[in-house]
């Protein structure tokens, strides 16, 4: 192997010498001087250290002065911007010194290089280079020939056909003016075209801005829409539901539901509470006193609707403890409650019982006014406490407790809830219905 290589310019691998090599002094019989060079070399110029074992001399501090070193391929690439830059991968021989040599290489390099090639060159791009020239000069040769004929055809014109072509060839010009001018509105028209062509991109950008924005208001009011018509269907829905209600309600007898009235055996109930007791069938006074208070409540709806106002006393329903209060003496009030076995009470109650008589006699008498006046089957003698029963030969019934049976006072209250039954019919058809 040579103790000197170089690297190709082109693809920057090692290249192989020839014996020719050997004129510029180089041996290449011995091992590499890369080996016996330290690891570290320092820039151009700077002095090297010699180790014990070291047996670089003087010609190896000149390759250090003149000649710069490189990494072997594979670790870097050789830079191409100058051709006399090379690699030394031998050691010098002991003939001529490192100095002489790459003077003689860099004339060489200098001669073979030009503008365009870098010396030196590896076989595989000598041949390419060689082949591009080939086709450049094959080329060049084509460009000659053509030359050659064009000078051949115009010496071989005629006078005539030389003007007449003169001519043509004012007339080309004159065309090619014309194109150029044309072209250079053409290319106005084109500039022109390309600023209205952005300014057209630029709106259509804002269309696509306004309609995304138009879309998103458009989704928007879609939902508010669907959600109307879920309210809308939602109200109809309710409404239907009222209607139906209404209609229901408007076949509805309120008093009827309000106020049942019927019996239990011989006893008369309003709502399920009985009025009266007999020995037979005892009532706690809890109850009776209940049952009073229904039938207080249903002579005060009685005469609201009407439009009755009693004269003597007014009545306050209140449950098991519903009373009469005097209209003429605001200290009177008359219990419609009672507890057996207190005198005194009992007598308040009769007196109590016997004012309710006068207020629902008053309620008959504003009822049978008109053509189609009440009608109670029994007659009331409010000023007395009796009621009358027509159909047992004029019998009368107290509705005191003094100085009365159970059976008797039981009785006349049984009466009584029978006209208070007529009189809700009578109410219920003439003005609850439409």
Known sequence: MSSVRFLC????QPLKLTQSAETLGLDTSQPPVASQLPLT????????EEGPTSRVERGTEKLQDGASCRTPPGHARMSRSSPNIFTLLGKLSSGRTLNSIQKTTRGIFDILSGEDLLHPLCQDCTDSLLEQLDTQLTISESDSQHYKRCLETR?????????????????????????VQELEEMEKSRERAAVALEAAQAETEMLDLQERQYQREYGKLLWQQLELQDELRSVDNRLWYAETQLARLEKTNTFRLTFVIHHDGPLATINNFRLGCLPTV??????????????????????????????????????????????TDDTVELPLFCNRGQSAS????????????????????????????????????AEKGLMEDPGASGKFCSIRTHLNSEEQWTQALRLMLINFKWSLAWVSLRYCQK
């Open 41 to 48: 070399l320092g820039e151009p110029g700077e002095i090297l």
């Open 282 to 327: 005892p009532v706690c006074w809890n109850e009776i006193n209940a049952a009073w208070g229904q039938t207080a409540l249903l002579l005060r709806a009685l005469s609201s609707t009407i439009g009755l106002e009693f004269q003597r006393f007014q009545l306050i329903p209140c449950g098991n403890h519903s009373y009469l209060k005097s209209l």
């Open 346 to 381: 009992l007598y308040k109650f009769d007196q109590a019982m016997v004012a309710f008589l006068d207020c629902m006699q008053q309620f008959k008498e504003e009822a049978e006014r008109g053509a189609s006046g009440v009608y109670m089957p029994y007659k009331i003698h």
């Open 9 to 12: 310019q082109c693809c920057s």
């Open 155 to 179: 010496e071989s014109i005629s006078e005539d056909e030389r003007e007449m072509l003169q001519e043509e060839l004012k007339d080309m010009e004159l065309e090619e003016a014309r194109l």
